[in-house]
């Protein structure tokens, strides 16, 4: 018959053994949460750097875009003002020759229909000059938008792919 000292050391071997086992089926388990969390950690990681990396991309075509429109709005306003410029200039010439043409009128009737030309004919230049800048304004507003519309639907198929991948 075993001794109440081995029956001890055998239950004290047993509880050590039986602790080792569970110490390590511990440890595996903490490794194997640790290596799963530092795993969706790296893909949380990976995944926010490639939507930083998107956003970033989607700042710089926003930015080129508004660049874009800028330089179109620029042209523009500078075309506008050129022809401004030029029906000015061809109006104070007309003017200035209709102002020769009544010094030489020789009756007042003559006075009243050169006057009365010239008012219609003016007019319908003015007519003309208007047509033609709300034409050129309603191209300039055009190419101003354009680029920014052209940003804004690929933003929004962007987005739309987005929601729908998830």
């Known amino acids: 018959m075993a001794t109440a000292f081995e029956s001890t050391q ?5 509880a050590v053994t039986q ?6 089926a511990a440890l595996s ?3 194997a949460a640790m290596e ?14 490639k939507s930083m990396d998107e956003m970033g991309e989607m700042t710089r075509a926003n930015v080129d875009a508004l660049m874009v429109s800028a330089k179109a709005a620029t ?6 003002m050129a022809h401004l410029t030029e029906a000015s200039k061809k109006s104070f010439e007309d003017t200035s020759a209709m102002v020769k043409t009544l010094a030489s ?3 007042p009737n003559d006075l009243m229909q050169l006057q009365s030309d010239f008012a219609k004919t003016q007019f319908d230049e003015a007519v003309a000059q208007y047509s033609k800048m709300t034409e050129m304004m309603v ?10 519309q052209n940003q804004m639907a690929v933003a929004t198929d962007k987005l739309k792919s987005a929601w729908t991948a998830k």
């Open 139 to 148: 191209k300039l507003a055009g190419e101003v938008m354009e680029p920014m």
């Open 19 to 24: 602790l080792s086992t569970q110490a390590e």
């Open 36 to 49: 799963q969390v530092t795993a969706k950690s790296k893909e949380a990681v990976e995944a926010s750097m």
């Open 105 to 107: 009128a020789k009756t």
């Open 10 to 14: 055998d239950t004290v071997r047993s």
């Open 29 to 31: 388990n903490g490794k």
């Open 75 to 80: 042209t523009g306003v500078e075309q506008l």
